[in-house]
């Protein structure tokens, strides 16, 4: 993600979901996204002047043994708020 006119990268608060369920396009199969975690990269001092950062989300993936294949999707929120 593409995070614009930061002034503080100190002062940013990313949340993100406890989890997340993804269905399977054509099927009823589901997978279970969880322990989300982020990285902010770019300028990460005090006065960035306005520039832009990136916001990295990792998550883990629970796929089990007998896991249909195929195309799994969902939809999650991140919010990012300067404080």
Same mark, same amino acid.
């Given at each position: 993600?593409?995070?614009?006119?930061? !002034?503080?990268? *100190? &002062?940013?608060? @990313?949340?993100?979901? =406890?989890?997340?369920?993804?269905?399977?396009? #054509? /099927?009823?199969? !589901?997978?279970? *996204? &969880?322990?989300? @975690?982020?990285?902010? =990269?770019?300028?990460?001092?005090?006065?960035? #002047? /306005?520039?832009?950062?990136?916001?990295?989300?990792?998550?883990?993936?629970?796929?089990?043994?007998?896991?249909?294949?195929?195309?799994?999707?969902?939809?999650?929120?991140?919010?990012?708020?300067?404080?």
């Amino acid at each position: 993600f593409r995070v614009a006119s930061v !002034t503080d990268p *100190t &002062r940013l608060k @990313v949340t993100l979901p =406890a989890l997340v369920v993804l269905s399977r396009i #054509g /099927g009823g199969e !589901t997978l279970v *996204t &969880r322990d989300f @975690v982020s990285r902010i =990269a770019g300028c990460l001092a005090a006065d960035c #002047g /306005g520039s832009t950062l990136t916001l990295d989300v990792g998550l883990t993936l629970d796929i089990g043994p007998d896991q249909a294949p195929g195309r799994y999707v969902g939809t999650f929120t991140v919010t990012v708020n300067e404080s």
